[in-house]
């Protein structure tokens, strides 16, 4: 059950529904024989007689089979010319699903769109949806919709909250594919499009990846991928032509450099003709890239580019550049600029085959940021959002964190780039500036562990990442609804339980852990847990300024670091004005005493106090929700969450009270409502 994800396929109980749908689906006939329809059909044969208890046949007699599935192409004299002419005018992954009482048809402009629109009937289904009157058409609104798998070759996983890697075991490829062909399945069934299968942290013995010691391999992966529409690209060592022995430099503007990443590049599509292409994290923590010889990141990406260019390959760029080797004394240097700063100004000077991954907020993944403003900001250039579905600063797949709505947030932010309107969904989805190439990428969030995310209700995250990227209208709650129903079944008390606690708990995590969007004050290193001074004095750039009268920082142009300026108006003039800037972001951007009055009405200590005694008696009453489902819930995926909400309490205890005797001790305020403090 649980390995299962929301493809459950639970027999289907009601037996109305049952009824209309074995009458729809005596046997299906497939139309084509393209590798992604096959695995549509295969699909099909799972899932089908699970849920309806009965034989499932696959015929080649469109004209003696009620439910028919193929391309658009294959199935033309079959559609009329309205169903045409509703996929003309759609993107290649469109897809269409058209029923009456008497037949089925689920085509698309390709056969990975048929692969999507058997997906989509097949959730209908485990929602128990009516599928006799179906007329759906749907494309995805972003281009690119990828995960970034952060697997090590020796089988952890960098911020990996889930066992260990199921692509590979020391440093060795998984010699079972199991695992990985059903994570296609799962990938395929919300609309993932796009995978890089190594971490961008690139170590030595994955920096041979791109060679043929371990591309038979990699091959292999990728054509399980492939079969569900899902292109693998590879995370790149910059310095790869250096590390392998073969040069002395990686300088982007050497001849023999380029010369060796366009053989290199050659030799990765005899295996992999449809290879995706490169994820590059260069000059980054370490990371080698073109800063070590004087050259910058169009330098060195236009050169990738140009090397993948003939196989039409992608370089994908991250922007999660900074300063990591800061020196606290220095109050200039700002954390929170160094992305825009650094990239602003190349705008225009990248090849077309270039995207740059910028993450969703100016810092790391934290509960509360404001939205990076340099998404949207190079309206010559191709941009990719990206999001962290691990829960590395948000529980750790242990505290319960739902994060939908947090990226629906970011997602709705309306950069007013190109005046009003201009919001960061219709930035990535490529409606603003018309660039080539847009998208979504995140950070997985999956291991061995046998429900594949750690804590159960962490799958909920990744469901819910490729239905929001596919279409960015459906509401958190939608999401939340999809999601529960399909792999914990129909019972309405376990639905409306579930999705309350799911609904809240990213502001319940909130709550409990660092204020008002100042953010970190964890452990550093591990980055779970409290430790408000873990990361003050250190050379990562993440303070607080917390002092006896007042926390925060001051990035306004006047006083402070002039991060405000990076945004357009209003939000420059808004984030900058004491009185106008939002309470959740207030730290972010201003430091004030501890007695200020937020808009809220309390003062910013007494906030401090009131959440962190809120936060801790939220995880209380969560435990309280789930315990009231013991009898509803299979024994396994009961304790799991229960084991999981336990620890939890003890984390939001921890954060409680640190937190709360920290800022006592250094304030010397008390709790208006004198609540134990230490
Ligand atoms: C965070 C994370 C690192 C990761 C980095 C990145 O800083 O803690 O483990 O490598 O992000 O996104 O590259």
Redesign the pocket.
């Given at each position: 059950k649980k390995y299962n994800m929301w493809l459950q396929y639970q027999p289907v109980t009601d037996s109305k529904v049952k009824e209309q749908y074995q009458l729809l689906l005596d046997q299906v006939c497939v139309i084509g024989d393209g590798i992604q329809l096959q695995a549509a059909k295969e699909e099909l044969l799972v899932a089908v007689p699970q849920m309806l208890d009965k034989k499932f046949n696959v015929s080649n007699d469109p004209y003696n089979s009620r439910f028919v599935i193929g391309n658009k192409i294959k199935l033309a004299q079959h559609l009329d010319e309205s169903k045409q002419a509703k996929l003309a005018d759609k993107n290649e992954e469109a897809f269409l699903l058209s029923s009456d009482e008497k037949q089925l048809i689920i085509t698309g402009n390709s056969d990975v769109a048929v692969l999507y629109g058997v997906h989509h009937l097949l959730r209908l289904m485990q929602l128990h949806a009516d599928i006799t009157q179906l007329d759906i058409v749907e494309q995805p609104k972003n281009q690119f919709r990828m995960l970034n798998q952060?697997d090590n070759f020796d089988g952890s996983i960098?911020?990996g909250y889930s066992g260990r890697s199921i692509f590979y075991q020391n440093n060795q490829f998984a010699e079972d594919k199991t695992r990985i062909k059903d994570y296609a399945r799962f990938l395929s069934s919300v609309g993932i499009n796009a995978i890089s299968i190594n971490?961008?942290?690139v170590w030595e013995e994955e920096t041979y990846f791109i060679t043929k010691k371990y591309l038979p391999e990699i091959q292999e992966i990728a054509s399980i991928f492939r079969t569900y529409g899902i292109k693998l690209y590879l995370s790149i060592n910059f310095a790869s032509p250096v590390t392998l022995g073969d040069l002395d430099t990686a300088d982007p503007l050497d001849q023999n450099v380029q010369n060796w990443w366009k053989e290199k590049t050659k030799e990765i599509y005899e295996y992999i003709p449809d290879f995706g292409g490169f994820v590059v994290?260069a000059d980054?923590?370490n990371?080698p890239g073109p800063f070590t010889y004087n050259r910058d990141h169009a330098d060195g990406s236009n050169m990738l580019a140009e090397a993948l260019e003939p196989f039409q390959g992608k370089v994908i760029w991250?922007c999660?550049v900074y300063n990591h080797l800061q020196d606290w004394r220095d109050r200039s240097t700002d954390r929170a600029r160094a992305a825009y700063d650094h990239f602003k100004p190349l705008d225009g000077r990248f090849h077309e085959n270039v995207i740059l991954q910028v993450?969703n907020g100016p810092m790391?993944?934290q509960v509360r940021e404001p939205v990076s403003p340099l998404i949207g900001a190079m309206p010559n250039t191709n941009q990719m959002i990206?999001f962290?579905v691990a829960q590395?600063?948000t529980g750790q797949q242990i505290d319960l964190c739902y994060l939908i709505p947090q990226w629906k947030e970011v997602l709705a932010f309306d950069t007013h780039i190109k005046g009003e309107g201009t919001t960061i969904e219709e930035i990535v989805a490529g409606n603003i500036h018309h660039n080539k190439y847009s998208g979504v990428a995140a950070?997985s969030n999956i291991g061995d562990d046998e429900n594949w995310t750690g804590n159960t209700l962490a799958q909920a995250n990744l469901y819910g990442y490729g239905r929001l990227t596919w279409n960015p209208a459906l509401t958190s709650e939608e999401i939340a609804k999809e999601w529960i129903r399909q792999t914990f079944g129909t019972n309405q008390e376990v639905l409306d339980t579930i999705e309350d606690m799911l609904l809240n708990a990213w502001e319940i995590y909130e709550n409990y852990t660092a204020p008002l969007g100042v953010g970190w004050m964890v452990t550093p290193g591990v980055?779970y847990g409290p430790n408000i001074d873990g990361y003050e004095y250190s050379k990562w750039g993440t303070y607080h300024f917390a002092d006896r009268d007042g926390i925060g920082v001051d990035r306004t142009k006047e006083t402070g670091t002039g991060y405000t300026e990076q945004y357009q108006e209003p939000h420059q003039s808004i984030y900058n004005d004491l009185d106008k800037v939002p309470d959740e972001l207030l730290l972010f951007f201003h430091h004030v005493p501890y007695k200020y009055t937020l808009k809220s009405g309390k003062t910013v200590i007494q906030h401090i106090y009131d959440t962190h005694y809120k936060g801790y008696e939220q995880v209380e009453g969560l435990i309280e929700q789930w315990n009231g489902l013991s009898n509803d819930i299979d024994r396994e995926r009961f304790e799991n969450v229960k084991n999981r909400l336990e620890r939890q309490l003890e984390n939001a205890k921890e954060w409680r009270d640190q937190i709360n005797t920290y800022f006592y001790r250094k304030s010397g305020i008390p709790d208006q409502h004198g609540r134990t403090i230490y």
């Amino acid at each position: 059950k649980k390995y299962n994800m929301w493809l459950q396929y639970q027999p289907v109980t009601d037996s109305k529904v049952k009824e209309q749908y074995q009458l729809l689906l005596d046997q299906v006939c497939v139309i084509g024989d393209g590798i992604q329809l096959q695995a549509a059909k295969e699909e099909l044969l799972v899932a089908v007689p699970q849920m309806l208890d009965k034989k499932f046949n696959v015929s080649n007699d469109p004209y003696n089979s009620r439910f028919v599935i193929g391309n658009k192409i294959k199935l033309a004299q079959h559609l009329d010319e309205s169903k045409q002419a509703k996929l003309a005018d759609k993107n290649e992954e469109a897809f269409l699903l058209s029923s009456d009482e008497k037949q089925l048809i689920i085509t698309g402009n390709s056969d990975v769109a048929v692969l999507y629109g058997v997906h989509h009937l097949l959730r209908l289904m485990q929602l128990h949806a009516d599928i006799t009157q179906l007329d759906i058409v749907e494309q995805p609104k972003n281009q690119f919709r990828m995960l970034n798998q952060w697997d090590n070759f020796d089988g952890s996983i960098e911020r990996g909250y889930s066992g260990r890697s199921i692509f590979y075991q020391n440093n060795q490829f998984a010699e079972d594919k199991t695992r990985i062909k059903d994570y296609a399945r799962f990938l395929s069934s919300v609309g993932i499009n796009a995978i890089s299968i190594n971490n961008v942290n690139v170590w030595e013995e994955e920096t041979y990846f791109i060679t043929k010691k371990y591309l038979p391999e990699i091959q292999e992966i990728a054509s399980i991928f492939r079969t569900y529409g899902i292109k693998l690209y590879l995370s790149i060592n910059f310095a790869s032509p250096v590390t392998l022995g073969d040069l002395d430099t990686a300088d982007p503007l050497d001849q023999n450099v380029q010369n060796w990443w366009k053989e290199k590049t050659k030799e990765i599509y005899e295996y992999i003709p449809d290879f995706g292409g490169f994820v590059v994290k260069a000059d980054s923590e370490n990371r080698p890239g073109p800063f070590t010889y004087n050259r910058d990141h169009a330098d060195g990406s236009n050169m990738l580019a140009e090397a993948l260019e003939p196989f039409q390959g992608k370089v994908i760029w991250r922007c999660f550049v900074y300063n990591h080797l800061q020196d606290w004394r220095d109050r200039s240097t700002d954390r929170a600029r160094a992305a825009y700063d650094h990239f602003k100004p190349l705008d225009g000077r990248f090849h077309e085959n270039v995207i740059l991954q910028v993450k969703n907020g100016p810092m790391d993944f934290q509960v509360r940021e404001p939205v990076s403003p340099l998404i949207g900001a190079m309206p010559n250039t191709n941009q990719m959002i990206e999001f962290q579905v691990a829960q590395e600063y948000t529980g750790q797949q242990i505290d319960l964190c739902y994060l939908i709505p947090q990226w629906k947030e970011v997602l709705a932010f309306d950069t007013h780039i190109k005046g009003e309107g201009t919001t960061i969904e219709e930035i990535v989805a490529g409606n603003i500036h018309h660039n080539k190439y847009s998208g979504v990428a995140a950070v997985s969030n999956i291991g061995d562990d046998e429900n594949w995310t750690g804590n159960t209700l962490a799958q909920a995250n990744l469901y819910g990442y490729g239905r929001l990227t596919w279409n960015p209208a459906l509401t958190s709650e939608e999401i939340a609804k999809e999601w529960i129903r399909q792999t914990f079944g129909t019972n309405q008390e376990v639905l409306d339980t579930i999705e309350d606690m799911l609904l809240n708990a990213w502001e319940i995590y909130e709550n409990y852990t660092a204020p008002l969007g100042v953010g970190w004050m964890v452990t550093p290193g591990v980055h779970y847990g409290p430790n408000i001074d873990g990361y003050e004095y250190s050379k990562w750039g993440t303070y607080h300024f917390a002092d006896r009268d007042g926390i925060g920082v001051d990035r306004t142009k006047e006083t402070g670091t002039g991060y405000t300026e990076q945004y357009q108006e209003p939000h420059q003039s808004i984030y900058n004005d004491l009185d106008k800037v939002p309470d959740e972001l207030l730290l972010f951007f201003h430091h004030v005493p501890y007695k200020y009055t937020l808009k809220s009405g309390k003062t910013v200590i007494q906030h401090i106090y009131d959440t962190h005694y809120k936060g801790y008696e939220q995880v209380e009453g969560l435990i309280e929700q789930w315990n009231g489902l013991s009898n509803d819930i299979d024994r396994e995926r009961f304790e799991n969450v229960k084991n999981r909400l336990e620890r939890q309490l003890e984390n939001a205890k921890e954060w409680r009270d640190q937190i709360n005797t920290y800022f006592y001790r250094k304030s010397g305020i008390p709790d208006q409502h004198g609540r134990t403090i230490y």
